[in-house]
């Protein structure tokens, strides 16, 4: 269990780490080009979305 625990904690940290680290680098540069970003954060979202779904579906399924 603290295995586990462990390894949720980890995933979540790195996950805020990479997103704060890409939303202090959202200045522009001089030439007015938008900054890059190291997650396309609104493709992650839909991907999480459309996952959860699923999992919320064959859960239903089991539980039937």
Known sequence: MRFFLGAVCGVLITVLAVFFADALTATDD??????????????????LAASLDALREEVHDLTR
Not at 30 to 47: Q, S
């Open 30 to 47: 001089p030439a007015g080009n938008p900054p890059e970003r190291i997650v396309n954060w609104d493709l992650a979202g839909k991907r």
